[in-house]
């Protein structure tokens, strides 16, 4: 029988958000149960290597270490105190409101599974069942991505695998860089590189910093991010690393891995310059990242009220203690929009608390970074006309090797214009990733060049009766009951 592990409060994910949350929560007096996919508390911002091999970590390599340093001083003496249960390695599968017409203190249950990388290394973590009376999701986001002629080949990675690779294992994944997409995001990445002795031959922007003159006010309320980027350019200067903007790579060269790229500057929507084309040669990794993509599985399982976001993603709505439109469920990090840490931060400590019973109190430091938030996403979007780049023979869904021409054929003589129905005429999404990778791309073909995607096709392309992989033994011992 499934082991079953009780809880005032629930919180799923160990990032920054998720941390947060559960350390406010078990502050304010609650029984805490956090679930978390990772190995160790720290999520993708704070991953750092295993504390099997380097026991005291030292914050060093993040910004905002000594904020980790701090939650989880706080969260290892509560998991002392016995306030928090901690259930890493494991990933929900399932999540499901008891009795909703109770309202607030209807509860909710999780139903868990090992990663398949945890339980390969530690056959004792199991499948464990949640139940709490309020549930917090921090399932934090990943790497946006848009295709273009190439990006299929070996030595192809998100930006953000990189810098995971670099952060877990102290080595890195190639010696010969090419960074490109958009976003602030770029800058730590090829920095990371470079101090870790990688060599990054160019960062492609594709927007220009003056982009940024309509949100200098927003810019001018957070000024640590301008301390934050003299770092990078003392970083980008010490090892001499270009830095292009208003460019990108239009394609990624190399027969069984990537040997080179194309590149070319583009104009503020994109548009390739004629005449700009170059390339560069002798590369074996390319990554490649266009913001962040929150993680809606489970939120939408709910059915929770979302919006569209400035840079385009599907988000949680909330109220001021990033509550839900379902009563007892609340909502942190990159799914209420993607804002950075220390906006998760901000608003994990606010769910937990209120999670937990508490008071929670306005914050002017998490309203500057909100704002901030939205002027990063307008000075850095999806450039509109980015589908020019792709020719018909382009993969976009590698997973199920599904073309540009396959999509858009689909679109103008099928009438597929959202991931749903794409999904049904050409098998986008229905790979192991599930759409995770190719759905903004695919939502985007389906809408037409410079259309932004609905709200509708984005749900529909997160949207999953099973929010991870889980063995079929596991769904035969479901226990059925009448309602």
Known sequence: MTPIVSADVAVVGAGPAGLAAAVAAAESGAAVVLVDAGAQPGGQFWRHRPETVVPEQEGKGHHGGRTYLDLRARFDAARGRGRITYLPGLQVWMAQQLHPVQGDDAGFTLRTTPTAAV?????????????????????????????????????????????????????LPGKRFVIAGTGPFLLPVAANIAEAGGKVLAVLESSSPTAWLPHLRAAAGVPEKALEGAEYAAVFARHRIPYRTRSIVTEVLGTDHVSGVRTARVDADGRVRPGTERAYEDVDVV??????????????????????????????????????????????????????????????????????????????????????????????????????????????????????????????????????????????????????????????????????????????????????????GELAALETTDN
């Open 119 to 171: 339980a390969a290394l530690e056959a004792s973590v199991g499948t464990q069942t949640v139940v709490a009376r309020r549930l917090v999701l921090c399932p934090g986001g990943y790497d946006r991505q848009l295709p273009v002629p190439g990006w299929d080949l070996p030595g192809v990675m998100a930006a953000g695998g990189i810098q995971a690779f670099i952060k877990a294992n102290g080595i």
């Open 287 to 472: 990554g490649f990242g266009w913001g962040f993509t929150p993680q809606m599985e489970l939120p939408l399982s709910f059915g929770v009220q979302t919006r569209l976001d400035a840079d385009g993603s599907l988000v949680g709505v909330v109220d001021e203690r990033q509550q839900s439109s379902v009563p007892g469920l609340f909502l942190a990090g990159e799914v209420t929009g993607v804002g950075g840490a220390t906006l998760a931060v901000l608003e994990g400590l606010a769910a937990g608390t209120a999670a937990a019973g508490g008071t929670v109190l306005p914050e002017k430091t998490a309203a500057r970074h909100r704002r901030f938030a939205e002027a990063m996403h307008r000075a850095h979007p999806v450039p509109p006309a980015w589908q020019d780049w792709l020719v018909p023979e382009t993969i976009v869904c590698r997973c199920e090797e599904v073309t540009a021409r396959q999509l858009t054929d689909a679109r103008e003589s099928l009438g597929a214009r959202d991931t749903r129905t794409l999904k049904s005429f050409t098998r986008a999404g229905m790979g192991w990733c599930q759409g995770r990778v190719c759905g903004f791309a695919a939502a985007c073909i389906g809408a037409g060049s410079g259309v932004a995607p609905t709200a509708e096709s984005l749900s529909g392309s997160a949207k999953r009766p099973l929010a991870a992989p889980v063995g079929i």
